[in-house]
């Protein structure tokens, strides 16, 4: 039986900060001790060590010991892919160097969020299923962090619709959002928002997204809804968690509950979160929009919700280091505790995809995905990161002054 001790840290555990220590036996949280940083047991286990015993010792005084990030939103690895418009990577070196800052940034669960819809997807049908195929084989051989998959539906996407039917009923897939990003409503409200957004990301004239947007429309309105409905509830019977994506009013979040959705991602507006909320499904804010102080297309202020209590879930969007720093502003700032703010980047997360019996908190039992965290001038940054028991990641610094 392995076994691990990491002593003397501010533990922070679902409803409270603790100084103590925590023993970890083949991979899991085995014990959770409060004491202090002098305690005689904590010195008796380092001379153990000392003495020959092959239990790992972790000292961790001074350090914050946090249960690892959970990330069930982020499309960072597009960008991986496909840096700028048209520059392609191989998809197997973008998942192997996208996989190795997720440790530093803290994440040991990350839900890769894949887009499948013509006109706004970074990439084509067939380099989804592949980068689908290669995280499902990836993650069953190695794997630094937990990989699971998050597809994103364009409910305009009409020829994508077998190909998510299909992940459904094998269970390829672990959380499905609906998305309509088309003109006139959700995120591109605003006349021409959608076209300028388009011609940003993909590199296309005004001709071109003159036909992309004339093709969506058209699209739109051949869509099945009620073929949609029965798709929503045939994830949730597969154990597959289903969400809806910039609601922008309380009548959307009632539509999208008909759909299955327990989680809001990014609502539009405050009234429409706290409907959400009230309606008893979780709403799921970005982390880069708090540590920037707002949204990057003038929305909701993800802090204004978190403040109102209309949000209890954080992600990366598309900025995997935004997630740490977001938990220890929010802390910092008063607007939540640091309990409740690391919660919103794990527990609840964890909760609203169904892995709650596994990750997300610091419970004996759990998986021992933890974070070592320090400090400096404010921000944090990661010492060491443990995946199941075992440290896939270390960093100190080179120069002190």
Same mark, same amino acid.
């Given at each position: ?21 925590? %023993? ?40 914050? !010991?946090?249960?690892?990030? +959970?990330?069930?939103?982020?499309? /960072?690895?597009? %960008? ?5 418009? @048209? ?30 819809? &013509? ?21 069953? %051989? ?18 994508? $619709? ?13 959380? $499905? ?20 957004? +388009? ?13 992309? !947007?004339?093709? #969506? ?20 019977? @597969? ?30 507006? #405050?009234?429409?979160?706290?409907? /959400? ?12 929009? +708090? ?19 209309? /949000? ?13 720093? =977001? ?10 505790? #640091?309990?409740? /703010? &690391? ?11 169904? =892995? ?15 974070? #070592? ?18 440290? !896939?990641?270390? =960093? ?6």
């Amino acid at each position: 039986m392995s076994t691990m001790w990491i002593i003397g840290g501010s533990i922070v555990l679902p409803d409270e900060v603790v100084t103590g220590s925590l %023993k970890i036996e083949d991979g899991r949280i085995a014990e959770i001790r409060r004491e202090a940083a002098d305690d005689p047991d904590r010195r008796g286990m380092a001379e153990a060590t000392a003495e020959g015993d092959d239990t790992i010792i972790i000292d961790a005084g001074g350090l914050y !010991v946090m249960p690892g990030l +959970v990330d069930i939103h982020s499309d /960072a690895i597009e %960008k991986e892919v496909q840096p700028r418009p @048209n520059t392609m990577f191989p998809l197997d070196m973008a998942l192997m160097e996208f996989e190795r800052k997720l440790p530093l940034h803290g994440i040991t669960s990350m839900y890769h969020s894949l887009s499948l819809g &013509v006109g706004l997807s970074l990439r084509g049908d067939h380099y989804l299923t592949q980068l689908v195929e290669l995280i499902r084989r990836y993650r069953s %051989k190695r794997s630094m962090v937990r990989h699971g998959i998050h597809l994103r539906y364009e409910v305009s996407h009409l020829d994508g $619709l077998p190909i998510v039917e299909r992940y459904i009923q094998e269970k390829v897939i672990d959380y $499905l959002s609906f998305m309509n990003h088309s003109p006139g409503q959700g995120q591109y409200r605003e006349p021409g928002s959608f076209e300028r957004y +388009v011609m940003k990301n993909q590199g296309v004239d005004r001709e071109e997204v003159r036909y992309i !947007v004339e093709d #969506l429309l058209k699209r739109q309105r051949q869509v099945d809804w009620s073929r949609l409905r029965d798709l929503g509830r045939l994830a949730t019977r @597969n154990g597959i968690a289903v969400a809806s994506h910039d609601d922008d009013s309380p009548e959307r979040v009632d539509e999208s509950i008909r759909y299955g959705a327990t989680v809001s991602e990014f609502p539009m507006n #405050l009234d429409t979160a706290r409907h /959400a909320i009230k309606r008893g499904i979780r709403v799921c804010v970005g982390a880069p929009n +708090v540590v920037r102080g707002g949204s990057h297309d003038n929305n909701m202020r993800a802090a204004d919700a978190i403040a109102a209590g209309a /949000a209890d879930i954080l992600c990366s969007d598309y900025h995997p280091s935004s997630l740490l720093a =977001a938990i220890f502003k929010l802390s910092d700032d008063g607007i939540i505790g #640091l309990p409740e /703010a &690391v919660r919103m980047g794990t527990l609840h997360p964890a909760q609203a995809i169904g =892995a709650e019996q596994v990750i997300g908190s610091i419970e004996p039992g759990k998986a021992a995905d933890l974070l #070592l965290v320090d400090r400096y001038e404010g921000y944090p940054w990661v010492r060491r990161t443990i995946v199941g028991g075992r440290e !896939v990641y270390a =960093a100190s610094e080179y120069y002190l002054g």
